[in-house]
Protein backbone atom coordinates (compact mmCIF):
# COMPACT_ATOMS: atom_id res chain seq x y z
CA UNK A 1 0.00 0.00 0.00
CA UNK A 2 1.60 3.38 -0.88
CA UNK A 3 1.23 5.76 1.58
CA UNK A 4 1.99 9.33 2.47
CA UNK A 5 2.06 10.18 6.17
CA UNK A 6 1.57 13.37 8.07
CA UNK A 7 1.32 14.19 11.82
CA UNK A 8 -2.37 14.99 12.12
CA UNK A 9 -1.39 18.33 14.93
CA UNK A 10 -2.67 20.57 15.65
CA UNK A 11 1.05 22.19 15.07
CA UNK A 12 0.54 25.34 17.80
CA UNK A 13 3.30 27.98 17.10
CA UNK A 14 3.34 31.35 18.31
CA UNK A 15 3.47 34.18 15.63
CA UNK A 16 7.16 34.96 14.54
CA UNK A 17 7.93 31.62 14.52
CA UNK A 18 9.28 29.37 12.70
CA UNK A 19 6.77 26.26 11.53
CA UNK A 20 8.13 23.04 10.99
CA UNK A 21 6.08 20.28 8.94
CA UNK A 22 7.01 16.93 7.98
CA UNK A 23 5.50 14.20 5.63
CA UNK A 24 7.07 10.31 4.66
CA UNK A 25 6.18 8.34 1.78
CA UNK A 26 6.77 4.76 0.61
CA UNK A 27 7.38 4.81 -2.65
CA UNK A 28 10.68 5.05 -3.47
CA UNK A 29 10.08 6.04 -7.13
CA UNK A 30 8.38 9.56 -6.41
CA UNK A 31 9.66 12.69 -8.33
CA UNK A 32 7.37 15.27 -7.51
CA UNK A 33 6.08 16.52 -4.49
CA UNK A 34 4.10 19.35 -3.49
CA UNK A 35 2.84 21.34 -0.24
CA UNK A 36 -0.79 22.50 -0.39
CA UNK A 37 -2.77 24.51 2.38
CA UNK A 38 -6.54 24.29 3.13
CA UNK A 39 -8.61 26.77 5.50
CA UNK A 40 -11.67 25.17 6.74
CA UNK A 41 -14.21 24.64 4.09
CA UNK A 42 -12.25 26.11 1.56
CA UNK A 43 -10.58 23.61 -1.31
CA UNK A 44 -6.42 23.17 -1.36
CA UNK A 45 -4.11 25.84 -2.86
CA UNK A 46 -1.45 25.12 -3.62
CA UNK A 47 2.07 26.28 -1.74
CA UNK A 48 5.16 25.08 -3.82
CA UNK A 49 6.70 22.04 -5.47
CA UNK A 50 9.58 20.48 -5.32
CA UNK A 51 11.27 17.69 -7.36
CA UNK A 52 15.31 17.60 -6.49
CA UNK A 53 16.68 16.73 -3.63
CA UNK A 54 17.55 19.90 -1.28
CA UNK A 55 15.88 23.46 -0.88
CA UNK A 56 13.79 25.17 -2.31
CA UNK A 57 12.22 28.65 -0.68
CA UNK A 58 9.50 31.17 -2.03
CA UNK A 59 9.49 34.06 0.25
CA UNK A 60 8.55 32.79 3.72
CA UNK A 61 8.22 29.06 2.76
CA UNK A 62 11.23 26.32 2.24
CA UNK A 63 10.52 22.94 0.88
CA UNK A 64 12.98 20.38 1.69
CA UNK A 65 13.14 17.18 -0.17
CA UNK A 66 15.35 13.91 1.09
CA UNK A 67 14.79 11.04 -1.66
CA UNK A 68 17.51 8.92 0.00
CA UNK A 69 15.31 9.04 3.23
CA UNK A 70 11.83 9.26 1.58
CA UNK A 71 10.87 12.47 3.53
CA UNK A 72 9.98 16.36 2.64
CA UNK A 73 9.41 19.07 4.76
CA UNK A 74 8.16 22.68 4.31
CA UNK A 75 9.27 24.98 6.96
CA UNK A 76 6.84 29.12 7.25
CA UNK A 77 9.47 31.46 8.73
CA UNK A 78 7.84 34.58 10.45
CA UNK A 79 4.35 32.37 11.14
CA UNK A 80 1.21 34.87 10.76
CA UNK A 81 -2.13 33.65 12.31
CA UNK A 82 -3.38 33.91 8.76
CA UNK A 83 -0.83 30.89 8.11
CA UNK A 84 -3.08 28.72 10.49
CA UNK A 85 -5.12 26.03 8.16
CA UNK A 86 -4.23 22.25 7.01
CA UNK A 87 -1.14 21.85 5.18
CA UNK A 88 -1.67 18.45 2.57
CA UNK A 89 1.54 17.15 1.62
CA UNK A 90 1.06 15.25 -1.84
CA UNK A 91 3.47 13.07 -3.62
CA UNK A 92 3.39 11.02 -7.27
CA UNK A 93 3.16 7.12 -6.96
CA UNK A 94 1.34 4.92 -8.26
CA UNK A 95 -2.21 4.78 -6.71
CA UNK A 96 -5.51 2.36 -6.83
CA UNK A 97 -6.00 3.52 -10.34
CA UNK A 98 -3.48 1.63 -11.58
CA UNK A 99 -1.10 5.14 -13.10
CA UNK A 100 1.05 7.05 -11.41
CA UNK A 101 -1.11 10.14 -9.58
CA UNK A 102 -1.13 12.31 -6.34
CA UNK A 103 -1.53 10.44 -3.17
CA UNK A 104 -2.55 12.65 -0.02
CA UNK A 105 -1.67 12.88 3.03
CA UNK A 106 -4.00 13.26 5.97
CA UNK A 107 -2.82 16.87 6.41
CA UNK A 108 -1.38 18.89 9.56
CA UNK A 109 -3.73 21.09 10.94
CA UNK A 110 -1.34 24.50 11.59
CA UNK A 111 -2.11 27.12 14.31
CA UNK A 112 -0.17 30.19 14.95
CA UNK A 113 -1.33 31.85 18.19
CA UNK A 114 -1.29 35.65 18.14
CA UNK B 1 -13.82 33.16 -15.54
CA UNK B 2 -10.34 32.08 -14.28
CA UNK B 3 -8.99 28.60 -13.04
CA UNK B 4 -11.53 25.96 -12.21
CA UNK B 5 -14.88 26.17 -11.23
CA UNK B 6 -17.07 24.37 -9.95
CA UNK B 7 -21.62 23.98 -9.64
CA UNK B 8 -23.36 23.78 -7.62
CA UNK B 9 -21.11 25.02 -4.63
CA UNK B 10 -23.70 23.44 -2.12
CA UNK B 11 -26.44 20.49 -2.88
CA UNK B 12 -28.54 18.21 -0.05
CA UNK B 13 -29.86 15.21 -1.74
CA UNK B 14 -32.39 11.96 -0.73
CA UNK B 15 -31.01 8.85 -1.87
CA UNK B 16 -33.40 8.99 -4.73
CA UNK B 17 -32.40 11.69 -6.29
CA UNK B 18 -29.93 11.43 -9.47
CA UNK B 19 -28.01 14.95 -9.52
CA UNK B 20 -24.79 15.95 -11.73
CA UNK B 21 -21.72 17.84 -10.61
CA UNK B 22 -19.95 19.99 -12.63
CA UNK B 23 -16.62 21.48 -13.11
CA UNK B 24 -15.17 23.36 -16.28
CA UNK B 25 -11.07 24.74 -15.97
CA UNK B 26 -10.35 27.72 -18.02
CA UNK B 27 -6.24 26.98 -17.66
CA UNK B 28 -5.88 24.98 -20.81
CA UNK B 29 -4.96 21.75 -19.61
CA UNK B 30 -5.50 18.26 -20.61
CA UNK B 31 -6.23 16.25 -17.14
CA UNK B 32 -9.37 16.50 -15.40
CA UNK B 33 -10.12 14.76 -11.52
CA UNK B 34 -12.71 14.00 -9.40
CA UNK B 35 -11.85 13.63 -5.71
CA UNK B 36 -13.76 12.89 -2.43
CA UNK B 37 -12.57 14.91 0.83
CA UNK B 38 -14.43 12.84 3.97
CA UNK B 39 -14.01 14.69 7.27
CA UNK B 40 -10.60 13.33 8.68
CA UNK B 41 -9.62 11.55 5.80
CA UNK B 42 -7.07 12.08 2.68
CA UNK B 43 -8.15 13.38 -0.50
CA UNK B 44 -9.91 10.13 -2.39
CA UNK B 45 -9.32 10.19 -5.97
CA UNK B 46 -12.50 8.76 -7.82
CA UNK B 47 -11.75 9.48 -11.50
CA UNK B 48 -9.32 10.90 -14.19
CA UNK B 49 -9.52 12.04 -17.70
CA UNK B 50 -5.89 12.28 -18.95
CA UNK B 51 -5.60 12.87 -23.33
CA UNK B 52 -9.27 11.63 -23.44
CA UNK B 53 -8.21 8.31 -21.37
CA UNK B 54 -10.67 7.83 -18.55
CA UNK B 55 -8.82 5.72 -15.49
CA UNK B 56 -10.79 5.34 -12.10
CA UNK B 57 -10.54 4.10 -8.40
CA UNK B 58 -12.02 0.41 -8.43
CA UNK B 59 -12.88 1.17 -5.37
CA UNK B 60 -15.31 3.54 -6.16
CA UNK B 61 -19.06 2.34 -6.07
CA UNK B 62 -21.05 2.20 -9.46
CA UNK B 63 -23.35 4.93 -8.09
CA UNK B 64 -20.66 7.51 -9.26
CA UNK B 65 -20.38 8.17 -12.87
CA UNK B 66 -18.41 10.65 -14.40
CA UNK B 67 -18.61 12.51 -17.94
CA UNK B 68 -15.67 14.48 -19.87
CA UNK B 69 -16.88 15.66 -22.90
CA UNK B 70 -14.26 17.68 -23.70
CA UNK B 71 -11.19 18.49 -21.95
CA UNK B 72 -12.47 21.84 -20.36
CA UNK B 73 -15.74 20.36 -18.45
CA UNK B 74 -16.42 17.45 -16.60
CA UNK B 75 -19.33 15.84 -14.71
CA UNK B 76 -20.15 13.65 -12.16
CA UNK B 77 -23.45 11.73 -12.48
CA UNK B 78 -24.96 10.94 -8.93
CA UNK B 79 -27.69 8.27 -8.23
CA UNK B 80 -29.11 6.43 -5.46
CA UNK B 81 -26.44 7.57 -3.06
CA UNK B 82 -26.11 6.73 0.91
CA UNK B 83 -25.69 8.78 3.49
CA UNK B 84 -21.89 7.63 3.97
CA UNK B 85 -21.69 9.64 0.68
CA UNK B 86 -21.77 12.92 1.64
CA UNK B 87 -18.81 14.57 1.43
CA UNK B 88 -17.08 17.86 -0.54
CA UNK B 89 -16.27 17.14 -3.93
CA UNK B 90 -13.29 18.59 -6.01
CA UNK B 91 -12.21 18.79 -9.01
CA UNK B 92 -8.63 19.46 -10.09
CA UNK B 93 -6.85 19.98 -13.26
CA UNK B 94 -3.22 19.46 -14.56
CA UNK B 95 -1.21 19.70 -17.68
CA UNK B 96 -0.08 16.31 -18.33
CA UNK B 97 3.19 16.42 -19.75
CA UNK B 98 3.22 12.61 -20.75
CA UNK B 99 0.65 10.23 -21.27
CA UNK B 100 0.41 8.06 -18.20
CA UNK B 101 2.16 10.06 -15.57
CA UNK B 102 -0.38 12.01 -13.40
CA UNK B 103 2.56 13.91 -11.62
CA UNK B 104 1.90 17.86 -12.77
CA UNK B 105 0.87 20.44 -10.62
CA UNK B 106 -2.95 20.14 -9.70
CA UNK B 107 -5.29 22.57 -9.48
CA UNK B 108 -8.07 22.34 -7.49
CA UNK B 109 -12.16 23.82 -7.76
CA UNK B 110 -13.79 25.28 -4.95
CA UNK B 111 -15.49 22.20 -4.09
CA UNK B 112 -19.09 21.20 -3.92
CA UNK B 113 -20.33 20.23 -0.25
CA UNK B 114 -22.53 17.30 -0.72
CA UNK B 115 -25.42 16.19 1.97
CA UNK B 116 -27.06 13.12 1.21
CA UNK B 117 -30.05 12.42 3.63
Known amino acids: QKEVEQNSGPLSVPEGAIASLNCTYS??????FFWYRQYSGKSPELIMS????GDKEDGRFTAQLNKASQYVSLLIRDSQPSDSATYLC??????????????FGSGTRLQVQP | ETGVTQTPRHLVMGMTNKKSLKCEQH?????MYWYKQSAKKPLELMFV???????ENNSVPSRFSPECPNSSHLFLHLHTLQPEDSALYLC????????????????FGPGTRLTVL
Open chain 2, 49 to 55: YSLEERV
Open chain 1, 50 to 53: IYSN
Open chain 2, 92 to 107: ASSQDAQAGWGEDTQY
Open chain 1, 27 to 32: DRVSQS
Open chain 2, 27 to 31: LGHNA
Open chain 1, 90 to 103: AVNMSGDTGRRALT
